[in-house]
């Protein structure tokens, strides 16, 4: 704090984060006419689920597992003093939505500094400080079970959920 009337500031602003390049992948039709060419080009039979690629359904994985995350920031501080004492508090909260579907960080945040001068020579203060976050992280490009590399490898004609309600994954 500083010698002075008491002053409180409050700031926060709010955005996203999203990926900027997604890859061009092929969509149910283009997939089922692909893999029956291979199918008949190796001299085996096309898969009859795909026989009529215009029927199928269609899932762009990418997006299934991305999301335009939400990036939330506020603070708020009080400061103030007079001759003898002086203090700033500071409390600030961030919540932030991870471009990818779970991922999340959220953190809190308390500070407090104070100075009382008793007299000339002698002076106390205190400084403390509080912080506490928690996170929720997702294997991105862990080798094959990176959800961005399941991502690409699924099929686009598989639905994003099975019957039981979980998610259909690799």
């Known amino acids: 704090g500083k010698l002075g009337k008491t002053k409180v500031e409050f700031d926060s602003y709010y955005g996203f984060q999203s990926f900027w390049n997604k890859l061009d992948m ?4 283009e997939f089922a006419t692909l893999a029956n060419r291979a199918y008949i080009n190796s001299n085996l039979e096309p898969n009859p ?38 203090a700033a508090l500071s409390i600030g909260y961030n919540k932030t939505e991870g471009p990818i579907i779970v991922s999340a960080y959220d953190r809190y945040t308390i500070r407090l500094n104070s100075d ?6 002698l002076k106390f203060g205190a400084n403390l400080s509080f912080s506490r976050s928690s996170s929720n992280g997702v294997p991105v490009n862990d080798g094959t079970s990176g959800i961005l590399n399941q991502a690409v490898q699924m099929w686009p004609d598989q639905p994003v959920y099975k019957a039981d309600g979980s998610y259909n994954i690799l």
């Open 26 to 29: 092929a969509n149910s039709k």
């Open 49 to 86: 689920a795909w026989a009529n690629p215009a029927s199928l359904s269609n899932t762009d994985w990418q997006d299934a597992v991305t999301r335009n995350g939400a990036i939330q920031n506020y603070n708020l501080s009080v400061s103030g003093g007079s001759e003898k004492f002086k």
């Open 116 to 121: 009382y001068e008793v007299s000339g020579w």
